[in-house]
């Protein structure tokens, strides 16, 4: 419900700037490509079960609209299972130097083989282009290998998209597009890239930044476990005590 | 109702959670032992990362034992000296344990070793205690209240130095016993996520020798402050406690225990351990065969520790 309304909201913040955006596209012709999310700010508080963000722009002519939404990048180690004495164990891995915590893709039309591979590979668009460099020098075939597992892995979890979302031409100019972020989305900061492709190539580009992060509560209780981690672990020690007390008294009254 | 939890950073069900907590609580309450053994396997299942359910299992376990041994403590059923005794080896493994955990964590294999140690520990003795109880019971229906054999047995245990006496437990054993159970048990707080109290309750009877009626009260003593070691240092060090988790599963694990202690008091000794049993054994087998098939996906990731 509380989901349905701020939607609703959303969409029609989008309407309002939409119009205005209108006007200011038939201004302001020299800027090819015009486009803003609906928030810049996720919030995780108590409560949050994922949410979604409308993007919303313009075009000054014809073209074919991606749009790419990559979370905080930090290293990561895949770990391939193997079968010894019987049993499975973490056997072979692979570290990847920088890899995005979340991706996501959406564009006006299939690009793949409408593109050249060497545009999208440059903007990462795409989930066969994300960008993940190995840490040490091996065989492609292994790279391969495991990013493909990495990327199947990220999808199970949501945080990579399934399929290539749907980005909606309204009319010749105006543009939009939903992004979802699921509950578990991983917090820091995002950049949400919008391109304009004509004729096979990039021909102007935007980003917006994205912040996830924690509030409220949630944030206080997170931020208590990472500076102050003794006094942290001294009170969960101590409100399990006072819990597990209250409960033996109450009910050896009753 | 969702609640976000802030460490394990999952959004779950917290009717799920209390539920979890008081079916768990039920049958700790009911067995006596602290149900870690579930309700850690239930929370990774659940999608609680493994670390976190370690965890945040031992701050959780504090409190469900601190409200267990309430009962055990009015009617004088714990055996402090005893428990003493087990704290001291308890406390040195648990700083082991914790130790062994952060380095296993840095190597991708402490999934691994929490599933072996769970199918052998378990596995060993939900199987010991299953034959002991069933032959007491049909021991039981063929002849009664017949001899229960020898009461003693002397065996290479008791030629131990350092004999202390225990006189609540009428014990004169020696001293290095219950210390060496303790630290087995203080490994497992550790690296397993429970309190060991499936571990404890049958080395206590069977190889102290210990009056059953002290057995429970004086294991959850002992747990009370292994667990809280244990869940201090994860969360001084590995930073794997979710306090908002461990009151959600609190507040259903106690008043879950409540109940399952009055259920308890109607089983009779063997039959509560035959079930208890079944019940680890099923955890063991579960996981046994999941180490054995062929997982869906032979890859999975983490984020690098150490940046």
């Known amino acids: 419900m509380k989901g349905r309304l701020r939607l609703r909201a959303a969409c029609a913040v989008a309407c309002a700037l939409l119009s205005g955006l209108c006007l200011w596209a038939g201004l302001a012709r020299a800027q090819s490509l015009v486009a803003d999310i609906s928030s810049h700010l996720i919030a995780i508080t108590t409560g949050f079960t994922g949410t979604d963000v409308v993007l919303f722009g313009a075009v000054d002519g014809p073209g074919d609209v991606a749009v790419v939404v990559q979370g905080p990048e930090g290293p990561v180690t895949v770990r391939r299972k193997d079968r010894v004495a019987g049993v499975w164990i973490n056997n072979d891995k692979l570290e990847f130097d920088k890899v995005p915590s979340f991706y996501g893709v959406a564009t006006s039309m299939p690009l793949e083989g409408v593109v050249a591979p060497a545009v999208l590979q440059r903007h990462e668009i795409g989930l066969d282009h994300v960008r993940m460099l190995p840490e040490m020098r091996v065989a492609a075939e292994k790279v391969s290998e495991f990013r493909a597992a990495l990327i199947r892995n990220k999808q199970r979890l949501g945080l990579y998209g399934t399929e290539v979302g749907q980005v909606l031409f309204l009319g010749q100019r105006l543009f939009r597009t939903t992004i979802y972020f699921p509950a578990n989305v991983p917090t820091g900061l995002y950049t949400v890239s919008v391109f304009l492709i004509r004729n096979g190539d990039v021909v102007s580009a935007q980003t917006t930044p994205l912040s996830v992060s924690k509030i409220g509560f949630s944030a206080d209780i997170f931020d208590f476990a990472q500076r102050r981690s003794m006094l942290y672990g001294l009170t969960g020690i101590a409100l399990a005590v006072a819990a597990g007390w209250l409960a033996g008294t109450v009910f050896r009254r009753s | ?307």
């Open chain 2, 1 to 307: 109702m969702q609640v976000y939890l802030p460490i394990a950073e999952i959004s779950v069900n917290a009717l799920l959670l209390l539920g979890l907590g008081g079916l768990v609580g039920f049958l700790s309450g009911l067995f006596g032992v602290g149900g870690g053994f579930l309700m850690t396997p239930l929370l990774i299942f659940i999608g609680v990362p493994p670390a976190v359910a370690v965890g945040t299992q031992a701050n959780q376990l504090v409190g469900a034992s601190v409200s267990g041994v309430l009962a055990h403590w009015r009617k004088r059923n714990v055996d402090i000296k005893m428990g003493v005794f087990m704290l001291a080896g308890g406390g040195l493994g648990t700083v082991l344990g914790v130790w062994i955990f952060g380095r296993l964590q840095a190597l991708g294999q402490i999934d691994l070793v929490i599933s072996i140690t769970y199918v052998v520990f378990l596995g060993t003795v939900s199987s010991l205690m299953l034959t002991e109880s069933v032959r007491t019971m049909l021991r039981g229906r063929k002849a009664g209240a017949a001899s229960r054999g020898k009461l003693h047995h002397h065996t290479w245990l008791h030629g131990l130095p350092f004999k202390t006496r225990f006189n609540r437990s009428r014990l004169y054993i020696s001293g290095l016993l219950p210390v060496g159970i303790g630290f087995v048990g203080g490994l497992l707080v550790a690296i397993m996520g429970i309190g060991g109290g499936f571990l404890l309750v049958p080395a206590m009877i069977y190889l102290l020798g210990m009056p059953t009626a002290l057995v429970a009260g004086t294991s959850l003593f002992q747990i009370i402050f292994t667990t809280g070691i244990a869940a201090f240092l994860q969360a001084a060090s590995n930073r794997t406690v979710d306090i908002m988790l461990a009151l959600l599963l609190l507040v259903g694990g106690v008043i879950g225990a409540q109940f399952g202690t009055r259920a308890g008091a109607h089983l009779r000794g063997e039959q509560a351990r035959a079930l208890l049993a079944l019940m680890v054994l099923a955890v063991a087998v579960k996981l046994l065969v999941d180490l054995l098939v062929t997982p869906e996906d032979l890859y999975s990731f983490t984020a690098t520790v150490g940046s």
